[in-house]
């Protein structure tokens, strides 16, 4: 904060700088920065990712104060002009979730073949915002495990061979994932587990905690079988809210309006449960309110999914010294917390359309 405070003193303009030192700590009545950052918005002219970041920290410091009318504004408008400067079409994404869950299918999973035996990947996957890196935090606390960070390696690989096996051919998304299933899983486990060692090299468990590797579960499984497959729940709403109210670097284009993210979380869920059903036990299904609400005991059944045994340090992972390059950086820092479980509450007014459309697709958010 301090170094933010000195930053922005030699360059009061350094929005992004900004919205870091928003995030940082809790804000109170008597320590805040909402009228600095009014002052800025209201200057002329200002750029749309100027407006942008302001109004994500103005939402995020009215809500430090309780004040959620005001949050729920400038959070609308903040989300409102990220999406406005931006291309996206989310029925592309629900196609091609639709298409994953018609190739991956129980019966896929049923016909035998080679695959990579290595069973060093950790893969802790999900939507953004559930949790991931908590987990990260407490599992790498074990001296025979080690993080990685959120990888592109396994996509990466997999891209590159549909691309070998189909050259000079142009490929859609949904035509990448229908020629996934035709790839020699042996070599694209062995070929991600090359990269991952590259990352890791005297580990014997790596993490790789990409949230959108979700999206490869099926393929993972099949490629990897030794692998484990962390995947991470939270609440519906609680979980839409959290990806609402952050500005992503890059990725998640479909976190800046409701309804496209009700669609989207809608078409992910339904994947999801699906693979749940195909994996059974070789998928280890954690509940983040369970996490945080019974802590000791879901960090035993973790540490025993992984095949490792339970060590003090894991129970403190607030004393973990690695660096966090991750939207929760400064929230893994505070130790445990209940605070944000039930903040989506807050904003039920907000967030009411997004509710009904989910329990409509069967979804329950109470």
């Not at 609308?76 to 406005?84: D, G, M, S």
């Not at 091609?96 to 990579?116: D, I, M, N, S, V």
């Not at 990409?210 to 692998?227: C, D, E, R, V």
Request: aromatic fraction near 8%; include cysteine; glycine fraction near 4%.
């Amino acid at each position: 904060r301090k170094h933010l405070d000195d930053e922005l003193a030699l360059n009061p303009q350094d929005c992004e700088a900004q919205l870091l030192r928003s995030s940082l700590t809790t804000q109170n009545a008597s320590q805040n920065h909402i009228d600095e950052l009014r002052a800025m918005l209201a200057q002329s002219p200002i750029s749309p990712l100027a407006t942008t970041q302001l109004n994500y920290a103005l939402a995020k410091e009215y809500e430090d104060l309780q004040d959620y009318r005001h949050s729920a504004e400038h959070l609308t408008c903040a989300a409102k002009t990220r999406r406005a400067h931006m291309q996206y079409d989310v029925s592309a994404d629900v196609q091609t979730l639709a298409t994953l869950r018609t190739l991956y299918k129980p019966a896929f999973f049923a016909q035998t073949g080679a695959a990579c035996s290595s069973d060093t990947p950790i893969f802790i996957l999900g939507l953004p915002r559930t949790g991931s890196t908590l987990v990260e935090r407490i599992l790498s606390q074990h001296p025979d495990i080690e993080s990685a960070g959120e990888l592109n390696h396994f996509a990466k690989v997999m891209t590159q061979m549909i691309r070998i096996a189909n050259p000079g051919i142009p490929l859609s998304k949904v035509a990448m994932v229908q020629r996934s299933s035709a790839l020699n899983f042996k070599e694209l486990g062995e070929r991600y587990v090359h990269c991952l060692t590259d990352e890791r090299p005297n580990a014997r468990f790596v993490i790789d905690k990409l949230p959108l590797n979700s999206l490869y579960t099926g393929l993972i499984h099949k490629a990897l079988p030794q692998a484990k497959i962390i995947y991470i729940q939270r609440h519906p709403l609680a979980s839409c809210y959290a990806m609402y109210k952050q500005l992503f670097t890059h990725g998640y284009p479909f976190s800046y309006d409701l309804d496209e993210l009700g669609k989207y979380y809608i078409a992910h869920h339904t994947m999801m449960t699906q693979c749940q059903q195909a994996l059974g036990s070789a998928m280890f299904t954690l509940q983040y309110e369970a996490l945080v609400d019974d802590f000791e005991p879901s960090v035993a059944a973790l540490a025993n999914y992984c095949g490792v045994d339970l060590q003090p340090q894991m129970l403190a992972f607030a004393s973990n010294t690695a660096a966090s390059t991750t939207a929760s950086a400064a929230q893994v820092r505070q130790g445990l917390y209940r605070s944000s479980r039930d903040q989506w509450r807050n904003f039920e007014t907000l967030l009411a359309p997004l509710k009904q459309q989910l329990i409509n697709a069967g979804i329950p958010c109470a």
